[in-house]
């Protein structure tokens, strides 16, 4: 019985995980100039690789090596650029905080469950985060390379798939934040995992600019399917692959609930056994 109640209660987490993004969203409509500047650092990268792959370009053919042209690699950017840039501080999400202050026992009263509320209000501020960065990025990318032609059906596949990446990227963020709970610092942990992201995921390169023993090492990580697929799923003219990419990051997803629901299980008890 209080099985089927826990799992006819689901949809309601759900819609109550909903409006926290929703409420974050709108929250953070006050803090656009703010993004706006963070935005910088973006800028200064497209026009950087901009001016790398021309002179790249002088001496061997880059959409020969990449199946991009200079263009197409630049909005390929745009869109990595914009998925990790989004992503919380290297000092992970607000449980880490909330562990070493002790507020966590005071959170854990709230209506809706810890971790669905930190859902919510962490993908509603990268969602944010994202759709200032894909504009700006946008509007840069058509300064220095001008537009290329986007499928419709393409962008609305790679953003989809993004949204779903976002979700299955928080919960091994957040089951690394739950580590603090018995490691003082988990900056090196988020470090490293945002790296391995960088590195095997293809946010400068696109796989196909790999060694080919690299690229497939790294089409076999998860990495890629967090960053490589979205992004190549843009600049696509149509939306091959699509099914495959989300499946396995849905799966990515899942298989990070098993640490994510097994550290929070054994920290709520360290926070019953010594107060908060």
Partial sequence: MSASSSLLGIPRLLR?????????????????????????????ILYTFTQLWNATNRFQDVEAVTGLSIAQLIWYL?????????????????????VKSGDLAYRLAKPIPYPFFQLGADV?????????????GCLVALVVVGPIRLSPLSVAA?????????????????SISLLSFWVEDTFGLHLLYRRLLMLLGGMLLPLEAYPEWLAAICRKLPFAYLVYHPSRLFV??????????????????????????TLYRFGLRRVSAQGG
């Fill in 78 to 98: 745009v869109f990595t650029e914009s998925i990790l840039l989004s992503a919380p501080g290297l000092r992970g999400t607000q449980v880490d905080e909330d």
């Fill in 158 to 174: 790679a953003v989809g798939l993004t949204l779903t990446v976002f979700v299955a990227d928080w919960v091994w963020i957040f």
């Fill in 124 to 136: 509603g501020s990268r969602v944010f985060r994202f759709a200032i960065n894909l504009v700006v």
């Fill in 16 to 44: 109550k995980t909903v409006a926290v993004a929703e409420v974050t969203v709108a929250s953070q409509l006050a803090y656009v100039g703010e993004q706006l500047v963070r935005t910088i650092f973006l800028v200064l």
């Fill in 236 to 261: 696509q003219h149509e939306p091959s692959g699509f099914g495959h990419a989300r499946l396995m990051v849905l799966l990515i997803g899942v298989v990070g609930l098993l640490p994510l629901w």
